[in-house]
T-cell receptor
Framework: GQNIDQPTEMTATEGAIVQINCTYQ??????LFWYQQHAGEAPTFLSY????GLEEKGRFSSFLSRSKGYSYLLLKELQMKDSASYLC?????????FGSGTRLQVQP | GAVVSQHPSWVICKSGTSVKIECRSL??????MFWYRQFPKQSLMLMAT?????????EQGVEKDKFLINHASLTLSTLTVTSAHPEDSSFYIC????????????????FGPGTRLTVT
């Protein structure tokens, strides 16, 4: 089975940097994904890590440590439109299993 | 990038009726499709996984006789909610994954826009 934990809510200021952590326990790790989801919409893909280290994509970066069962999503230069839920998802041999999501509120 | 569509985007039905939701991969062949359900302010819960031409694999606690899944082709999967009840009201999201060599990457799951089902 899988167990994925991430904070329920976070608040940050426009222009700042925020780090959203995710810890997981899984049997058969086959990659970790981060998705962004605005209310009432489907998730959109942000990043994918399968090896340890940092993946950078514009204002978004994601880090993975497989030995620690730990990942984080780093958002830089926060914008108001970044207010959304951020879902950490772990893939085993079958499918993606999602964490409960972190609702990020960006304030002016 | 790979596109997944869902139809309808929203549906309202009466209790006891059945509703069919279609999921299509538009520009790649989806060897595997996934159906998720999301209740308000909760995360996505995997309901079932289906491979083209074979029976779906349901997650624990999901009634296979109530949620019928058909994956008849590499571009189409359907979810039928039979004898729907108000507690089935939810946001249903399908996701598709291609295979190596197709336009969809083999590691990424592409999500449809979701179908909001309301059962009255």
């Amino acid at each position: 089975g899988q167990n994925i934990d991430q904070p329920t809510e976070m608040t940050a200021t426009e222009g700042a940097i925020v780090q959203i952590n995710c810890t997981y326990q899984t049997s058969g790790f086959n990659g970790l994904f981060w998705y962004q989801q605005h209310a009432g919409e489907a998730p959109t893909f942000l990043s994918y890590n399968v090896l340890d280290g940092l993946e950078e994509k514009g204002r978004f970066s994601s880090f993975l440590s497989r030995s620690k069962g730990y990942s984080y999503l780093l958002l830089k230069e926060l914008q108001m439109k970044d207010s959304a839920s951020y879902l950490c998802a772990v893939r085993d041999r079958r499918a993606l299993t999602f964490g409960s999501g972190t609702r990020l509120q960006v304030q002016p | 990038g790979a596109v997944v569509s869902q139809h309808p985007s929203w549906v309202i039905c009466k209790s006891g009726t059945s509703v069919k939701i279609e999921c299509r991969s538009l520009d790649f062949q989806a060897t595997t499709m996934f159906w998720y359900r999301q209740f308000p302010k909760q995360s996505l819960m995997l309901m079932a996984t289906s491979n083209e031409g074979s029976k779906a694999t349901y997650e624990q606690g999901v009634e296979k006789d109530k949620f019928l899944i058909n994956h008849a082709s590499l571009t189409l999967s359907t979810l039928t909610v039979t004898s729907a009840h108000p507690e089935d009201s939810s946001f249903y999201i399908c996701s598709a994954r291609g295979s190596s060599g197709t336009s969809g990457s083999s590691y990424e799951q592409y999500f449809g826009p979701g179908t909001r089902l309301t059962v009255t």
